[in-house]
């Protein structure tokens, strides 16, 4: 399952996937459905930290704010 929320108590939006989808490309998919219109900031772990996915977070209006892997 893949959620967005905007709190503990508020979903935004979720999507169910097959076990071994990798989380990044269906988060970019989940995330295209929401936008931002006052960039709010998007807290996110690791496994969305590629460009492709921060740039989706971009173009939807927010300001992703995730830790850097170690490798990068």
Sequence with gaps: MHLASASVDFALAFHLSLGNNHDAPE???????????DKHPLLMD?????????????DSGFI?????????
């Design 64 to 72: 992703p704010v995730v830790p850097p892997k170690k490798n990068r």
């Design 46 to 58: 690791r496994a969305y930290e590629d460009e492709a996915t921060r740039q989706s977070a971009l």
């Design 27 to 37: 988060w970019r998919d989940l995330i295209g459905n929401i936008v931002s219109h």
